[in-house]
């Protein structure tokens, strides 16, 4: 498939997706995104920054949403959300300041786990 197909085609799955298949999709593009740096002996510092951050982010949206006033989700859902949204915040700060590839391991677990609960997989 060409690049521009494959543009066109993400962008209308994007369009068509569901709240929880974009959010399993971005779970699952930050667990590659660490999986890549855990299996490649020869990444860069900068790389390892770069997933951790890109994880760090889509993690703070996450915790952001669940202290939001007008979420729809039962209060005990969002708290959930909230405590591993915490925990995955400081285990990838702790992996920002002193980065350890056997540590990524739990980071790419929670992501591929609740990525697959969010699409049924689970």
Request: net charge positive.
């Amino acid at each position: 498939m060409s690049s521009a197909a494959a543009q066109a085609y993400a962008r209308v799955a994007s369009t068509t997706s569901s709240p929880r298949d974009i959010e399993a999709q971005t779970l699952l593009k930050a667990a590659n995104k660490l999986q890549a740096v855990v299996s490649d002996p020869e990444a860069s510092y900068v790389q390892m920054s770069e997933a951790l951050i890109y994880n760090r982010k889509l993690w703070t949206i996450f915790l952001s949403e669940a202290q939001r006033d007008g979420n729809p989700q039962p209060m005990d859902v969002r708290q959930n959300i909230a405590n591993i949204s915490i925990f995955v915040l400081s285990q990838t700060a702790a992996l920002q300041i002193s980065p350890q590839r056997e540590h990524f391991k739990s980071l790419i677990e929670i992501n591929r786990n609740i990525a697959a609960g969010l699409s049924g997989r689970a």
